[in-house]
């Protein structure tokens, strides 16, 4: 059954990105029939996503997991469960200093998880140690969309859209 309305909060910033990859797993099948090709088939799986920052301040992680967060102090539990998000980023494709081209890209549905720790004791030159989130994306109920995106150097994308398409998940309820 398909239909209804997502709703999203309020879209929040994680500072400080590093690195951002986006895995769609997709690919092609092909199936054989009287000693031949017969059919090929595109498929795609679950997205993943990581996200390496620089840092990801408590309260932020907190919400993001699904975590208690409380006078300064986190708690994990094995039952936790990570809230829906959507994740919205931008690629650069081209361009020059006064005038750069992106892609802008919303992922509707996904869930991260509780990302692994570990540290190196100090060395003889600094070593940063970020953190690194992963996430699974999968398509919406609403529509079975699962990414939208919009190019800034496309001349049928509108400027409204443009400039306000990270202060919200831009969706629609049409298949």
């Known amino acids: 059954v398909y239909g209804g309305t997502p709703s999203y909060g309020a879209v929040k910033t994680l500072a ?6 986006h895995k769609k797993n997709a690919g092609l099948t092909t199936d054989y029939a009287d000693d031949m090709a017969y059919a090929t088939a595109a498929y795609q799986g679950k997205s993943q996503v990581s996200v390496e920052l620089f840092d990801l301040d408590p309260a932020a992680y907190a919400e993001i997991l699904g975590l208690s967060y409380a006078n300064g102090v986190v708690e994990e539990t094995p039952i936790d469960v990570s809230p ?17 081209y992106y892609k802008y890209i919303w ?32 398509e919406l109920r609403a529509n079975r969309k699962r990414e939208i995106w919009v190019r800034t150097d496309d001349s049928a994308a509108s400027a409204t859209t443009l400039t306000n398409w990270f202060n919200q998940p831009v969706i629609s309820n049409t298949k």
């Open 107 to 138: 992922l509707l549905k996904g869930r991260f998880s509780k990302p692994d720790e570990g540290g190196e004791t100090k060395k003889d030159t600094i070593n940063f140690q970020h953190v690194t989130m992963a996430a699974e994306f999968i």
């Open 16 to 21: 400080g990105g590093i690195k951002f990859e």
């Open 84 to 100: 829906y998000v959507a994740v919205g980023y931008k690629i650069m494709l081209y361009g020059t200093a006064s005038t750069m």
